[in-house]
């Protein structure tokens, strides 16, 4: 598909290729300590990290989710921004000043401090494997779209080579530089791809031949017996996945998903530490969700129009003025890619693809330096070198050793996403979501089990942590076909499992009384 590009196109990707080249240049300072590498030296401005969260929350999920969620379904996923904010009421009074009295480099340093370095040693590892599998799923959907550019299909041997282009490109680009290149790297891609997203949205508008009133009276009534594709709030007490966004859903499992993600997840609050204090992180937190509203909502704007534009061809035969009318008969997953690729005017096709770039490496810079912190942090220095002085350049280094190896394993886990999700058939926002799950019950029950009681030990950390990754487990379609009759099987949103795996795994740490004396500082 690559050769529908015209020269306007190439002009446009050298530039692009230019900017990527200054800026990298102009980030990548090299860093001199972990506290430089890993957290900016706690003093980023509050903005960038407003946009960096933006970015690491949605990325390349939001680019291709989006239009996916509002082609086949409605509005109703912009109301899980109610639960983003309750839960960010959450952190910012019960964890981020925790975080800065404690002056962590790693969230899970406050489970050391609580239940000795035993608990934070086992919470990082359930991170990292958690956040593989998160990181691992969005990269899979940029290299879905890589692929689209490149080859024309998502067949396996594109993907896979969608996949490790990305991941080369991406390492390159953060490796020297640390968390402070990631930050301001972020801000740059996400700049780049909303703005490419309102020029789709702006062409889609001039290519369907109907107001805007109009437009909103056809996706109110699509026809076919639909329900409005408007839907905003959906009140309807479905617990499958189909409802995995009523509001039902939203103030139970949504919340829990935005506390872990805010709040549990390094990827995304290691951000929030390079800010000076937990009050300049909370802003950032705040700004980032109301920023992230308008955002979400060109996104899902384009799938709604791109169902006007394929599925009602009797308005769209209006504006052909003879010429074919348009038609897509691929994976709806594709639905975007095969739009800009096959509709979108020369030049503007470029500055789409670019943007879907900047989503892709946004989605993989995201991962890399979080998860390296951990293994560095947690697991090298607090486990392999505990007691031992190490020098922080030797430190640095480890750090980059990580993220090569980070690297590695989230390609990896991108191309087992790809078959996971053609298994599933879930949408491409759910199955991103969804896959938190497994690292976020077990997580999410020892720390309010820290939090808010004086019980619970090292030995039932793991326990919780075992047993959180289980419960929603047992709850997946392909694993209840091995030990529940098919009468027994049941469909079960993703945020549901997230509730159940959480009480299990909260009822698992407070089972046992605490051995370890609390430090007065929380």
Known sequence: MIDQYSGLDVAVFALYLGILLITGYLFNRRAKNTNDYFLGGNNMPIWTVSISVLATSQS????????????RGDLTYLTTNIAGLIA???????????????????????????????????????????????????????AIAVSMILFGDVAPSSVAIAISIITVVGFAYTVYGGIRTVIYSDVVQC?????????????????????????????????????????????????????????WSILTGFVLLNIAAFGLDQDVTQRMLTCKDSKSATKAL????????PVV?????????????????????????????????????TIFM????????????AVVTIGIVAAALSTLNSGLNSMSSVAVQDIYRGWFKKGVAVREEKLVAVGRWCMGIVAISLGSVALLCYYWQQYTDTPLLAFALGVMVFSYSGLLGIYFTALFSKRGSPGSIITALLVGFTVPMLMQPY?????????????????WQLVFGTAASTLICLSRKSHHEQPQSI
Request: net charge negative; aromatic share 16%.
């Open 338 to 349: 095969y739009y800009v690729l096959t509709s979108l005017p020369n030049g503007i096709k």
């Open 60 to 71: 390349a999920a939001t680019f291709l989710g989006g239009p996916d969620q509002g082609y």
């Open 479 to 495: 694993v209840q076909s091995l030990y529940l009759p098919e009468a027994w099987q049941f469909d079960l949103a993703f945020t």
């Open 191 to 247: 700049l780049v791809y909303v703005s490419a997203a309102v020029l789709v949205l702006w062409h889609l508008m001039q290519s369907i031949p109907l107001s805007t009133g109009e437009m909103i009276d056809v996706l109110q009534a699509p026809g076919g017996g639909e329900a409005s594709k408007l839907t905003f709030i959906d009140f309807t007490l479905d617990f499958s996945s189909a409802g995995v966004f009523n509001i």
């Open 297 to 333: 909502l060109v996104f899902i704007c384009i799938g709604l129009l791109l169902f006007i534009y394929y599925q009602r061809p009797d308005i769209m035969a209006q504006a052909t003025n003879g010429a074919p009318i348009p038609e897509f008969e691929g994976q709806t997953v």
């Open 88 to 142: 960010a009421v959450f952190v910012a009074k019960f964890l981020l000043p925790r975080f800065y009295a404690l002056k962590a480099f790693t969230v899970y340093e406050l489970l050391g401090s609580r239940f000795g370095d035993n608990a934070k040693y086992q919470a990082g590892m359930v991170y990292l494997f958690g956040r593989l599998f998160a990181s691992g799923a969005r990269l899979f959907m940029a």
């Open 286 to 293: 705040v700004s980032s969700i109301l920023i992230g509203i």
